[in-house]
């Protein structure tokens, strides 16, 4: 089909040529009717051309941090016989990534191959898809353009914001509660361990010499971490509670459950996430970024469905790490109750506004339920820590505890 260029010469050769006529002029006349046979003989160049392209999309890393730049390659093959004319490559982003690539490629020689790229930032955390592709052919003036679709779609992993809680604390705050935190959350499968009799082949290292000199008996000390050793992350998503995706409270709360989550799977915990809509499951590491990265806020008014699942994976050599916004008083009870059969336990609660921002009777209130929850968790027995959407992980992990857990660490 012509282009805005097109019809513009067009009509400027057809005013040519009628003005020819009217002054009788022949050589404006021969002028004008070239002009408005031009975009026709450019229109079929490029149908004759019979363009076959292949193009291939390649991205620098399918799986990146926010705020991590990526390239996007594409690869453009002229599979026909003849030279490509001028081509003009569009290829289709979602808003958060910006506007359309929109990139140009001057001519392919007949069976050759050429590659163009650009480059995005993601900024926050989601499943983005990039694509699908067109190609608009040209002629060297432009005035005809054959729009080509191609399908294709690849998609861009930004997972959740992960802080490092084990790096050097800040200054001003207490090094020493962040590895009490962490003895009492992450304990490691060294922890958990039977004893058997020695048998030939046994590496001589792991011979308990206590019990040996208790009993005389040569005992191997063998470690159950694999069975034993799990971390479940419960993320509670209600939108009313937590607010919608994208919101900084609920951002806060997925940089949280990713965080615990990662470092629960590196120091050989089996790893298992739950959240109001979905009951605990076994994930890896990466599995559970991924799962992080597309989550949305839940729709569900009540948490009761979920803590019943909760209990069910109950077991006292489980860790539970629980992130929520500050639940109402009436919610108290039954969430004590689910995590009682659990081990270490930690829960971590966001508020879904920063109470500064509020009017002092709200601000009290709000700050009123967090502490009520807090007091309640911590008899308990749990590790409470509680977040505004502005603060990270990092900064209350090092801090010291507000009341002290009922459990030692």
């Known amino acids: 089909m012509p282009s805005g260029r097109g019809l513009v010469v067009f009509g400027a050769g057809l005013a040519m040529w009628v003005a020819a006529r009217i002054v009788g002029s022949s ?3 021969v002028v004008g009717i070239g002009l408005v046979a031009l975009p026709f003989l450019s229109g079929a160049l490029v149908r004759w051309g019979r363009t ?24 453009i093959e002229n599979e026909a016989p003849v030279p490509s004319p001028f081509l003009l490559l569009e290829d289709r982003l979602p808003a958060d990534l910006g506007r359309p690539a929109r990139l140009v490629v001057s001519g392919l020689p007949a069976r050759d191959h050429e590659q163009v790229a650009y480059s995005v930032l993601p900024q926050t955390r989601g499943r983005y898809r990039l694509g699908p592709l067109s190609v608009d052919v040209t002629d060297p003036f432009a005035l005809t353009r054959q729009r080509l679709e191609f399908d294709e779609i690849d998609e861009l992993l930004v997972t959740p914001e992960i802080e490092d809680l084990f790096a ?7 090094p020493n509660w962040g590895a009490a935190r962490a003895r009492q959350l ?13 048998q030939v082949g046994d590496d001589l290292r792991r011979i308990h010499w206590p019990s040996v ?23 509670d998503n209600r939108g009313h509670t937590l607010g919608h995706s994208r919101s900084p409270a609920f951002e806060r709360a997925v940089s949280v459950a990713a965080t615990l989550g990662v470092q629960l799977a590196r120091r050989g915990f089996a790893l298992r996430l739950g959240t109001t809509e979905a009951p605990p499951a076994g994930l890896s590491e990466e599995r559970l970024l991924d799962a992080l990265a597309g989550i949305t806020h839940a729709s569900a008014r009540s948490v009761g469905p979920s803590l019943a699942h909760l209990r069910t994976g109950a077991s006292t050599e489980t860790s539970l790490v629980y992130v929520a916004a500050p639940p ?82």
Do not use: N
Request: aromatic share 6%; charged share 25%.
């Open 27 to 29: 050589g404006i006349e």
């Open 52 to 75: 076959r392209l292949r193009i291939r999309r390649r991205l620098s890393d399918i799986r990146v941090r926010p705020g991590t730049r990526v390239t996007v390659q594409l690869e």
């Open 168 to 174: 050097d604390p800040d200054q001003g705050l207490g």
């Open 186 to 198: 992450f304990r490691t499968g060294e922890e958990y361990y039977t004893m058997r009799q020695y």
């Open 213 to 235: 000199a208790r009993t005389g008996d040569l005992m191997i000390r063998q470690d159950e971490s694999s069975k034993r050793a799990t971390g479940l992350v419960f993320l």
């Open 328 to 409: 109402a008083p009436g919610e108290l009870p039954s969430l004590i109750r689910a995590g009682a059969g659990f081990g270490p336990k930690l829960v971590v609660l966001v508020h879904p506004v920063d109470p500064l921002s509020l009017p002092p009777g709200r601000a009290a209130q709000l700050e009123g339920r967090a502490t009520q929850a807090t007091l309640a968790f911590a008899r308990a027995g749990w590790d409470c820590i509680v977040l505004t959407p502005s603060t990270t992980l990092k900064e209350r992990w090092h801090a010291p505890r507000e009341r002290p857990l009922a459990r030692s660490v």
